[in-house]
């Protein structure tokens, strides 16, 4: 406990020295700067309206308005606790890469083309399902419920995902509850229950220091992808196009992987890249 502390001292001291990162490199580090992560919020937002941009304290990243510092997804249905959903699955799959959607994962797919304009095609949230699914299984003891938020790390240049939690009569759920809904190995690795740099709560908190690696490695899959592809359909290579993943659907990728640190809470929506 002490070392994260003065860890996360040692990163505030950092980031007041060196400031947010300015200069893209999205496509080569698979960070994002703070204007590339408001316009992947932009866009989460506007194709799926249960997500929310919220305010916080304007001292808190000062770089980001104060109407959008983080994003918020309420009250995600959480059915079954994390062990449950290990023994139901084959072994050596639990958190394989961050990149896989487990058993009972809700998944809604997002195609992504890249051609900009399909975006219209895109499948829409149904808020009226997700709104009803809480109350649905209200009567089942074993639900809980999370407010999933988004917030930018600015010492890794990254996404990081807090989640809070609380049972179907909505009383907080303590650091070990919480606990249970994350896979075992992951737990007091890669998350741990952090306060929340706006809400100030004890929250799941995922720790972002493979988000960029994840995002990289994802990114050179579909540029060798890309590049097959045209070898194989005979383009010249002084004709070849080079992939570029557009910034705007970051997003969309990261809240793929990170589902598989906490399958068992069912977001409004998961994405799986056709790339």
Avoid at 12 to 36: A, R
Wanted: glycine letters at 4%; hydrophobic letters at 35%; proline letters at 7%.
């Amino acid at each position: 406990m002490a070392k994260r502390f003065f860890y996360e001292k040692y990163k505030d001291v950092v980031n007041s020295m060196s400031g947010p990162m300015t200069k893209s490199s999205f496509q080569e580090t698979g960070k994002l700067t703070p204007q590339e992560f408001l316009e992947s919020g932009d866009s989460l937002v506007q194709k799926f309206p249960a997500w929310e941009w919220a305010a916080g304290d304007e001292e808190t990243q000062p770089f980001l308005p104060k109407n959008k510092k983080y994003l918020i997804l309420r009250q995600c249905p959480c059915p079954q606790r994390a062990p449950t959903m290990e023994s139901a699955m084959p072994e050596g799959d639990a958190g394989d890469d961050w990149v896989d959607t487990h058993v009972g994962h809700k998944v809604q797919k997002v195609v992504v083309e890249e051609d900009a304009e399909e975006e219209d095609d895109w499948a829409a949230s149904d808020d009226d399902d997700a709104a009803a699914a809480p109350k649905a299984q209200a009567a089942n003891s074993d639900l809980r419920l999370y407010d999933v938020t988004v917030v930018y790390d600015q010492y890794y240049a990254s996404p990081r995902v807090y989640l809070f939690g609380y049972d179907a009569n909505g009383q907080p759920l303590t650091k070990d509850q919480m606990m249970a809904d994350v896979y075992a190995d992951n737990r007091e690795k890669t998350v741990t229950v952090d306060p929340h740099p706006f809400l100030k709560a004890p929250c799941i908190s995922i720790h972002p220091c493979r988000h960029a690696e994840t995002m990289r490695r994802i990114i050179e899959r579909a540029e060798v992808r890309m590049a097959d592809e045209q070898e194989e359909a005979g383009v010249p290579e002084a004709e070849r196009i080079q992939f570029v993943f557009p910034t705007y659907l970051a997003l969309f990728v990261f809240l793929k992987f990170i589902g598989s640190v906490v399958p068992t809470i069912m977001y409004d929506i998961s994405v799986d890249l056709d790339m």
